[in-house]
């Protein structure tokens, strides 16, 4: 009975998204840093962006939501991206050392201790030496 009021209450309204995610964590975030200083300024700036939040998934406008979160997606998606590329990079740096191809910047990855190995870039075919 509550979920179905619940999913009559939500039909044609926007719901959660990336955005939305992210707005909820920089709450909860803001929220635990301002009771750790004691600092309420950021404490009321944790209300503000959950009101915000809840506003955004409530909303009936869901052309100019989708819009906000495709705004979001094209700019957090390459710095997520770039974060888990350095992440795995340290995670293998033992095992591999890592190269950009010269002539169209893919990252290349080559098993260390091989001596000088001749790599052939996947992407574009450019052949280039190196030193592991």
Not at 30 to 52: C, D
């Amino acid at each position: 009975m509550i979920r179905n009021w619940l999913r009559n209450f939500m039909l044609g309204r926007y719901g959660p998204d990336h955005l939305g995610v992210a707005m909820v964590v920089l709450a909860v975030f803001l929220g635990i840093v301002g009771g750790i200083l004691r600092f309420y300024p950021l404490n009321i700036l944790s209300y503000v962006v959950m009101v915000m939040t809840l506003y955004r998934m409530l909303s009936r406008n869901t052309q100019r939501r989708r819009a906000e979160n495709d705004r979001f997606i094209s700019i957090f998606w390459p710095l997520k991206r770039k974060i888990k590329n350095w992440a795995e990079r340290l995670h293998n740096r033992k095992d591999y050392k890592f190269f950009k191809c010269p002539a169209c910047g893919n990252m290349l990855r080559v098993p260390r201790h091989k001596g000088r190995v001749k790599i052939t870039c996947p992407k574009c075919g450019e052949r280039f030496e190196r030193r592991t």
